[in-house]
């Protein structure tokens, strides 16, 4: 099985800063898909959680989740126990910028004193790369955004956000199913071990 994980948080993921600082971003909404070998979605868990701290401004602009919404959600104990229950079944790790979104959950992990025992990964927007071919003014070849791959792949824009924060989680891990299916159908991705 291959677990495409879609996750939001208060803040947005620094990679050069401690991964356990004080400042971390965690959990404001995880959504994860269980997929079939062949990128067919099997399962779908997405809820909003509460992650005990405030949600930066900018954060909650990005995902549309405010901290009204993320009070009411489930508890971050809850999400991950969800998640590592999922991780424990799964061959592959899969998601559209996914070591973002591995930060974001492990920042939440660290307030429990939780290590995800990550399978292997399968970042989307790194193996995108190639077959996009997106480029900056200078030329240079750069990382697409979501919306840049589901342009180039099925001629429409990613998901746009709606007022649920659920939905929306879900629409993007769906729209990330997509991706990896076609980008298998065209090669760039191998199959998952069994």
């Known amino acids: ?79 991950l126990g969800a998640l590592i229950e999922r991780v424990g079944r799964a061959k592959r790790l899969t998601g559209y910028a996914l070591e973002t979104h591995r930060r974001f959950c492990e920042g939440s992990g660290y307030d429990l004193a939780l290590d995800i025992p990550w399978p292997e990964k399968c970042c989307l927007m790194l193996k995108a790369t190639k077959t996009v071919g997106k480029t900056n003014s200078a030329g240079k070849t750069v990382w697409p955004k979501m919306t840049d791959t589901c342009e180039f792949l099925f001629g429409e824009s990613a998901p746009s956000r709606g007022s649920d924060p659920r939905e929306n989680g879900l629409a993007l891990a769906r729209a990330g199913a997509a991706i990896y299916q076609e980008l298998v159908r065209r090669g760039a991705i191998t199959a998952a071990p069994e």
């Open 1 to 79: 099985m291959i677990l495409l994980v879609e996750a939001a948080a208060t803040g947005f993921a620094q990679f050069n800063r401690n991964p356990a600082g004080a400042a971390r971003p965690r959990l404001t909404r995880l959504a994860m898909l269980e997929l079939s070998q062949e990128g067919d979605i099997l399962s779908e868990w997405c809820e909003v959680v509460r992650p005990g701290v405030k949600i930066a401004a900018d954060a909650a602009d990005f995902w549309g989740i405010t901290d009204q919404q993320a009070a009411r959600g489930v508890p971050a104990a809850d999400a």
